[in-house]
């Protein structure tokens, strides 16, 4: 077990079965009915397909729900009540649970968040174990890391030795102090050389995740592109979603994908790339060319909230307490950790975890009056 020391009982949800109808929390009535859910023959053999057509293939395994940062957005500057170490699955259960993913669940790409994902101490043995699995088609498992870059400078190259595919690290400004508001921490230095180390162990494409936000870094669309440009990065801004820890994201305080593009416009040329060319990627992605076409990088922005890929999602997700969750913005999860600390066969796990996926819902619906914002802060979901 991790050792976090005895922390106060987290207040997420707890091991139980639902049923997700985009109201609050609903659970099954019976056995019975549980039963005749995991019994719908499309939803118990072969991959993780869901009642929409959609198939998973790319899973996010969040390690833990701490973090070292305090971004204002994700979480208040006491932290959060975190997991207990008996509640978090084990290395060896991530392992298992991941295995199962690959082999019986036709998943082929593997993501590490958090929390914070560096804070896991047994990482790089979990992404080694990881690397060594192959798809039914025979292909290494591509794998990778969401992280806040704190500390990576430190482990990149073990990480990478380890056989970690690539990182995506977050940072919302180039300004330390701006930093340091937006955080709560000092430790800008320490993200820039985490990517710096990143590049250096050959984890590429090296991204970037920034959130902008209205009043604090809406004005450095621009010089974050012009700096990743630079340093050969790859920039991806996403908008920021309704999963902080008490519930008061409006909308109104959001910038837009449109107005990221349009500061963007303002100082590039930027051409489209064909949505076909997207797949189930989350980000709309537009090559950054100069005045003679020349290509100079590219840039990304999810737009999770004013331009929703639903309908493309290929996710799944597995919490640090062995929940799987369908959607970011899911009201319901199912629990594998009972089981599978109750000694279920992979047989067991991997029919829960279709049934699972076959409720999963066509779309997040946050422009519906009517939506509800997750339990979990997206700290201890994952990205």
């Keep these: 077990m991790i050792p976090f020391g005895a922390p106060p009982e987290a207040t997420y949800p707890g091991p139980v079965t639902t049923v997700d109808l985009g109201l609050p929390r609903v659970r099954a009535a019976s056995p019975e009915a549980r039963a005749l859910t995991v019994a719908d023959p499309r939803s118990t053999t072969g991959d993780l397909l869901d009642r929409h057509g959609r198939v998973a293939r790319d899973l996010r395994v969040s390690l833990t729900d701490r973090c070292n940062l305090r971004c204002h957005y994700c979480m208040p500057p006491e932290g959060l009540p975190w997991l207990a170490d008996e509640r978090v699955l ?25 929390g914070e994902p560096l804070l896991r101490k047994g990482l790089e043995d979990i992404v080694a174990a990881t690397s060594q699995l192959r798809t039914a088609a025979g292909e290494t498992v591509r794998t990778s890391v969401t992280t806040n870059g704190i500390g990576l400078a430190r482990r990149a190259a073990k990480l990478a030795a380890a056989g970690l595919t690539r990182v995506n690290v977050s940072l919302d400004t180039l300004h330390p102090d701006r930093f340091a508001q937006i955080t709560r921490r000092d430790r800008h230095a320490d993200v820039m050389a985490g990517l710096a180390a990143a590049a250096d162990a050959g984890l590429a494409p090296v991204k970037v995740n920034a959130v902008l936000l209205r009043g604090t870094n809406d004005d450095e669309a621009a010089g974050l592109l012009r700096w990743a440009l630079d340093a050969g990065y790859r920039l991806r801004f996403i908008e920021q979603m309704p999963l902080d820890p008490h519930g008061s994201w409006q909308r109104s305080d959001m910038v837009t994908a449109e107005e990221i593009l349009a500061a963007l416009h303002r100082e590039f040329t930027l051409v489209p790339r064909p949505g076909t060319a997207r797949g189930a990627a989350p980000a709309e992605t537009w090559d950054v060319v100069d005045a003679s076409g020349a290509h100079l990088g590219d840039v990304g ?46 047989a067991v796990l991997a029919a829960t975890w279709r049934a699972a996926m076959w409720g999963k819902l066509p779309g997040h619906d946050i422009d519906d009056p009517g939506f509800l914002h997750p339990t979990r802060p997206m700290s201890a979901i994952g990205g």
């Excluded at 259960?93 to 993501?111: F, K, M």
């Excluded at 929703?308 to 307490?321: E, I, M, Q, V």
């Design 90 to 114: 084990t290395d060896d259960e991530i392992v298992r649970l991941i295995r199962l993913a690959v082999h019986d669940l036709g998943i082929h790409e593997v993501r590490f968040t958090g």
């Design 301 to 346: 922005v999810i737009a999770s909230v004013t331009r929703p890929f639903c309908g493309d999602c290929d996710r799944t997700r597995l919490t640090a307490d062995g929940q799987v969750r369908t959607c970011l913005f899911s009201t319901s999860e199912t629990d594998l950790r009972g089981a599978l600390r109750e000694g279920a066969d992979d």
